[in-house]
């Protein structure tokens, strides 16, 4: 990984920098492309980099960095406050309804991971106390139903199905309907991933929103996914409005630019972030975690913070 | 072919906007590039090479650094075209496919088992994902989909010893190709890299005399982490060929001009969809047209 030390690249910057006196412009600009270059590689999309560069490049030569002692350090700190912001400054949870049933629906491309983080939300939402009911609506997918049902059972969840034979919007509603008539207060529906660019399909989930008007709709969202992530975001919320995004296989290596550029596309919340395969494996999302996974640098920013 | 409209920047219109090669071109060049997954490392090489070529050259066209770049993504896809088959000949053979989550392995496998029919193969597939919810399920599916037998445990079995017996069933079958389905594994993991390793050993000592073919599969949405996907795995099990999936999105998938060049892998395969022809054998020469958005 070539960006392994985006924070010592700053620091030679500057050092060659030292006894030279004031830090200029132009090395701000240098110290802009190493940024640039790490956001690149850690998958932002590239007209996420763009804006976000032009922001911390205004702001550094604006005042902070050329009058600093520390350029290199100030720079960092600069990049990391303002990337922790735009992936967003707060944790979010599930919104629950007033009204119960809550309904929360996943959707996302194919093999995002919906599946498998239906069973931990229904395990998460479980331990509140709440009583949540599945809703198997992937009709395509080869054992797509069985799949959920086996998830369902391995966190003592029920449910709902009617088989592949019926369209999505009937699954939904009926699933609905069969929530209020057992007292389940969260009912959560499993999709089939999709294409964005797959308008019959994207139809499909907006019948679907259409008629069951989901609280949450959730866009599944790969961590390793590249450049096309904004697509995807971009689509997913303009043909169904997403309330916010889960982050998957975050255990993996990936840096995972896709948080920046999908938060920066849809300015909704990344609210959960999934990291393995075992229904436990997910937890509240972090931004300020999230930052400095993207830039390779966690142990460089506990140290400034300490300085 | 089903491959992607151009969302991205089209090269064409780019390089129609410019009078002469300069600077400023091949900067846009190089946006066009990593919006493609092509990566930071990878690209500067690319434009650093087309810089070279037009000084030395002395090429003022816009329209020639087309030719320029076209050329050489060819040429680094293009190096293998001896290897892009299956390794399936003589029969014989065995085809182990890996990758990590999600990615399309059980259902490439499916589109292969139909592709490896048509040619009239004898094709037994072995149900080595005992981990996921479903997988085996999934892969049964697939099965009585194209017409081909399945051999398989209990979920939670050991998937070498799944291998072992689907081996066994095919010498007594005498089935011409064998091809296994293992569970998605992300490339840190060691113990699950390590499960790969035992199962090689089985296939190794159990069919000696099998062709063999290792495919990782690689997803065309992923970006950078493609480049470590394939080098990891190519570590654990002598990886022959890759598979591209999920071209009929909007991403191109072009984080393998890099894995090609660093890791001398030929893409065989890619996948253009979800159904059980949506299988192509990879064209250097279209893919690089998807690439910029020209069909
Ligand atoms: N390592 C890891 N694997 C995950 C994670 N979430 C899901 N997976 C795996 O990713 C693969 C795909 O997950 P699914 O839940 O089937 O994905 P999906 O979005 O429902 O897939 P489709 O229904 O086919 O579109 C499975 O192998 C899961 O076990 C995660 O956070 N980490
Ligand atoms: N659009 C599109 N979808 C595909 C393609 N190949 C596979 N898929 C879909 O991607 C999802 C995951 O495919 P699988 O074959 O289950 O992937 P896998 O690698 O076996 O997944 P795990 O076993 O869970 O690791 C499914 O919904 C497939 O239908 C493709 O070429 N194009
Ligand atoms: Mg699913
Ligand atoms: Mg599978």
Redesign the interface.
């Known amino acids: ?2 960006f392994e030390g985006l924070a010592e690249k700053l620091q030679n910057t500057f050092h060659k920098l030292k006894g030279k006196g004031k830090v200029n412009e132009k090395d701000v600009n240098d110290a802009m492309r190493e940024v640039k ?1 790490a956001l ?4 932002v ?2 007209k996420v980099v763009k804006d976000f560069v032009n922001k911390v490049k205004a702001r550094a030569i604006g005042a902070e960095v050329l009058e600093s002692l520390t350029p290199g350090q100030q720079i960092i700190k600069i990049v990391n406050e303002e990337l922790t912001e735009l992936m967003g400054s707060t944790q979010s949870k599930i919104a629950f309804s007033s009204k119960p049933p809550t309904v929360i629906m996943l959707v996302g ?5 919906k ?2 983080t239906c069973g931990k939300l229904a395990k998460l939402i479980k331990k509140q106390a709440k009583r949540p009911l599945l809703i198997a609506a992937d009709i ?5 139903i ?2 959920l ?3 369902g059972g ?1 966190v003592d969840v029920p449910v709902f199905t009617m088989g592949d034979k019926q369209n999505p919007v009937n699954i939904a509603k009926a699933g609905l309907e069969h929530a209020i008539n057992h007292g389940n207060d969260v009912v959560i529906i499993d999709t089939a991933g999709r ?3 797959d308008d019959e399909l994207m139809g499909e989930l907006q019948s679907v929103k259409e008629s069951i008007k989901p609280h949450e709709i959730l866009l599944v969202v ?1 961590s ?5 992530a904004v ?2 975001a971009e689509h997913f919320n303009e043909k169904l409005g997403i309330d916010g995004v889960i982050l998957t ?1 975050l ?5 995972g ?2 948080a920046l550029s999908v938060r920066a596309v849809t300015n909704k919340p990344i609210k959960f972030a999934a990291l393995g ?1 075992k229904l436990d494996d997910i937890e509240v999302f972090h931004p300020d975690r999230m930052a400095s996974r993207i830039l390779g640098m966690g142990d460089v920013l506990s140290l400034i913070e300490k300085a | 072919s089903k491959t992607t409209q151009g969302i991205t920047v089209k090269i064409e219109d780019l390089i129609k906007s410019y009078q002469k090669v300069d600077e400023e071109l091949l900067e846009e060049l190089e946006e066009v590039l990593i919006t493609a997954d092509i990566g930071v490392q990878t690209t500067m090489e690319i434009i650093d090479h087309i810089r070279d070529k037009a000084k030395a050259e002395k090429i003022k066209e816009p329209e020639m650094i087309k030719v320029i770049l076209k050329d050489k993504l060819k040429e680094i896809l293009g190096e293998f075209e001896d290897d892009q088959q299956l390794n399936i000949q003589p029969s014989p053979a065995i085809i182990l496919v890996v990758g990590v989550n999600g990615v399309g392995k059980t259902t490439s496998i499916g589109k292969i088992a139909h592709k490896l029919k048509g040619q009239n193969k004898k094709v037994l597939l072995a149900a080595a994902d005992t981990f996921r919810a479903a997988a085996v399920e999934q892969l049964k599916i697939w099965g009585d989909r194209v017409g081909v037998e399945v051999i398989s445990h209990q979920e939670g079995a050991d998937p070498a010893a799944v291998i072992f017996d689907a081996i066994q069933a095919a010498k007594a079958r005498k089935v011409d190709v064998l091809i296994c389905d293992t569970a998605g594994r992300l490339h840190n993991k060691k113990n699950l890299m390590n499960e790969l390793g035992k199962i090689s050993k089985i296939v190794e000592r159990e069919y000696a005399n099998a062709t063999r073919d290792v495919l990782l599969v690689l997803d065309a949405t992923t970006g950078q982490n493609a480049i470590q996907q394939a080098k990891i795995f190519k570590e654990a099990t002598n990886i022959s060929g890759l598979v591209l999936t999920k071209l009929d999105g909007t991403a191109k998938g072009g984080v393998i001009i890099g894995i090609s060049q660093e890791l001398k892998i030929p893409v065989k395969l890619i996948g253009v969809g979800e159904g059980v022809a949506d299988l192509q054998e990879f064209d250097s020469n279209s893919f690089v047209n998807a690439l910029f958005g020209e069909e």
């Open positions: 990984m070539i270059m690149l590689e850690a998958d999309n590239f491309l194919q093999g995002a991971g599946t498998t395509y997918r080869p054992a797509a069985k799949q049902q086996v998830v391995q294409l964005h660019i790969d390793m996914t590249g450049q096309d697509n995807v296989k255990d993996g290596d990936t840096r630019g896709a395969e």
